[in-house]
C-alpha cells in the first residue's frame, strides 16, 4: 500500500513566522511531489511542485525533497493570515498504465494576527 | 496559466435525477483528466482517471455504471452520475494534468445534493 504521511495539526505560527509542513512517502519509486492548498469548502490550488533533491524556492515558498529519506517538505516565510488552509502533500505513483497522485490526509495551518 | 473550469458549481436536484458534470481546460491539452469526490472535513478521494480517447480507469469501489465519465477530447472530461440518492452528496471535484508527472490543475468543483 502506497501511502503519504503528514501531521494533522493543527499548526499554529504567529504572524511573519516560517512555518514548516513535512511529509513522507513511502513509494521509492516516487518522481513527482507537489504541494497544495485547500482553503475550507474550496478546490485543491497548486502552490509547488519538485522532481530533484534538495531545495526549490518560489517567492516565501521553499519545499525541500530528500529522496533518501523519503521526505519532503514545505517551509512558507513570513506567514500571513491568508495562509491560513489546509496543506496537502501529494506524491505520483505508477498505477498500471497511468500514474495518479497519493494523497496526505492534510496539515491545519492557523496563522495567527 | 493553467486554468480548469468546471461546471456547475452547485446542484440541488431529486432523487433518481442524472447529473452531469463538465470539465475543460480552457489554456492547455489535458491528456488526462481525474475525478475526485471529497466528503465534508475528509481528504480527497480519487474515482477515475481518463485519457481522452480511452475508457476511464476506476478505483476500487467505484461504480463505473453509477458514475459514467467521458473524455472525448483533450480539453473536456463529463462525469455523469446517473440515478442520484441523497447518499451521493458530496463535493465532486476535477483535475486536469498536461503530461505525466506534471502537476494536476484543479477545477472549482461542483457541490451535489440529493434530495
Known amino acids: 500500500q502506497k501511502e503519504v504521511e503528514q501531521n494533522s495539526g493543527p499548526l499554529s505560527v504567529p504572524e511573519g513566522a516560517i512555518a514548516s509542513l513535512n511529509c513522507t512517502y513511502s513509494d521509492r519509486g516516487s518522481q513527482s511531489f507537489f504541494w497544495y492548498r485547500q482553503y475550507s469548502g474550496k478546490s485543491p490550488e497548486l502552490i509547488m511542485f519538485?522532481?530533484s533533491n534538495g531545495d526549490k524556492e518560489d517567492g516565501r515558498f521553499t519545499a525541500q525533497l530528500n529522496k533518501a529519506s523519503q521526505y519532503v517538505s514545505l517551509l512558507i516565510r513570513d506567514s500571513q493570515p491568508s495562509d491560513s488552509a489546509t496543506y496537502l502533500c501529494?506524491?505520483?505513483?505508477?498505477?498500471?498504465?497511468?500514474?495518479?497522485?497519493?494523497w496526505g490526509l492534510g496539515t491545519s495551518l492557523a496563522v495567527n494576527p | 496559466g493553467a486554468v480548469v473550469s468546471q461546471h456547475p458549481s452547485w446542484v440541488i436536484c431529486k432523487s433518481g435525477t442524472s447529473v452531469k458534470i463538465e470539465c475543460r481546460s480552457l489554456d492547455f491539452q489535458a491528456t488526462t483528466m481525474f475525478w475526485y469526490r471529497q466528503f465534508p472535513k475528509q481528504s480527497l478521494m480519487l474515482m477515475a482517471t481518463?485519457?481522452?480517447?480511452?475508457?476511464?480507469?476506476?478505483e476500487q469501489g467505484v461504480e463505473k455504471d453509477k458514475f459514467l465519465i467521458n473524455h472525448a477530447s483533450l480539453t473536456l472530461s463529463t462525469l455523469t452520475v446517473t440515478s442520484a440518492h441523497p447518499e451521493d452528496s458530496s463535493f465532486y471535484i476535477c483535475?486536469?494534468?498536461?503530461?505525466?508527472?506534471?502537476?494536476?490543475?484543479f477545477g472549482d468543483g461542483t457541490r451535489l445534493s440529493i434530495l
Open positions: 519538485i522532481y
Open positions: 481518463s485519457n481522452e480517447g480511452s475508457k476511464a480507469t476506476y
Open positions: 483535475s486536469a494534468q498536461s503530461k505525466l508527472n506534471q502537476p494536476q490543475h
Open positions: 501529494a506524491v505520483n505513483v505508477v498505477a498500471g498504465n497511468n500514474r495518479k497522485l497519493i
